[in-house]
């Protein structure tokens, strides 16, 4: 069997770790073995931190919406179920900027939804003859 050489594949990886590494504190940025380890425990925590940023952010919009939504005599169940009642198909990030930045927009659509509520009331209280 002949002898495996590899070329420059070792000090290409080498070099790729190490590189990964800058900035690492002490051996874990010169020593290869030391930085492997740092580098890859890095990338699962940046890995783990890029999902728990969309974690983070919804239920941040969530609580924009909530707060948005109480000002204008609803609370956040009651403003989701509107909007599904009213067919608008918002997502909550265009919801939560609009809560932020556009107040009055936000009240003009939470009229809306208010409207749709009570006329899901109203079909609800008047039995229907089947």
């Known amino acids: 069997m002949p002898r495996a050489k590899r070329g420059n594949k070792r000090t ?7 590189s990964l590494a800058k900035g690492y504190y002490g051996t874990k940025s010169k020593l290869y073995r030391s930085a492997k380890e740092s580098v890859e ?13 969309k974690r983070d952010f919804r239920s941040l919009w969530i609580v924009r919406i909530g ?4 000002l204008n005599g609803l609370n956040y ?3 989701m179920h509107g909007l599904k009642l009213a067919g608008i198909e918002l997502d909550r990030k265009v919801l939560a900027d609009l809560a932020v930045n556009q107040p ?6 939470s009229g809306q939804l208010k409207t749709a509520l009570d006329n899901e009331r ?4 008047t039995p229907q003859a089947a």
Request: aromatic share 10%.
């Open 12 to 18: 290409e990886k080498r070099k790729k770790i190490l």
């Open 122 to 125: 109203q079909q609800q209280a």
């Open 67 to 70: 707060a948005a939504a109480r």
């Open 104 to 109: 009055q927009a936000f009240a003009e659509l």
């Open 77 to 79: 169940s009651q403003f």
């Open 41 to 53: 425990r890095g990338l699962n925590f940046a890995y783990t931190g890029r999902k728990l940023k």
